[in-house]
């Protein structure tokens, strides 16, 4: 498993990664795109929804939500996921955190309308 440096070394090559991998249907991205698209119908279910992404990576999905008016708050633990991610969603508010030391205290007591 990738620690945190791992993704940070990948975030600029990241997307391509999922692209490739998905187009030849290969692990670890094969479906990539369908599961995206099965998790985001589910969140536009709620205009304007409070929304938590915990891995949220470069913000492939997020990005969508975010463009669509929803409140994005998002915890990854790559610093560089976190910058490719902030170009696509200025306003979000995007936490670097690691879940194995626990959930970050300023999300404990947040509501959510879709995680």
Known sequence: ??????????????????KKSEESNQ????????????????????DNAEILDIGFGTAVLTSRLYDHGHTITGIDFSREMMAKAREKMPAAELIQADLQEGIPSVIKKTSYDVI
């Open 27 to 46: 692990y670890p991205f094969a479906g990539y795109r369908e599961i995206l698209n099965v998790i985001y119908k589910e969140a536009m279910g709620k």
């Open 1 to 18: 498993m990738l620690n945190s440096t791992g993704f940070d070394l990948w975030a600029d090559q990241y997307d391509e990664t999922v």
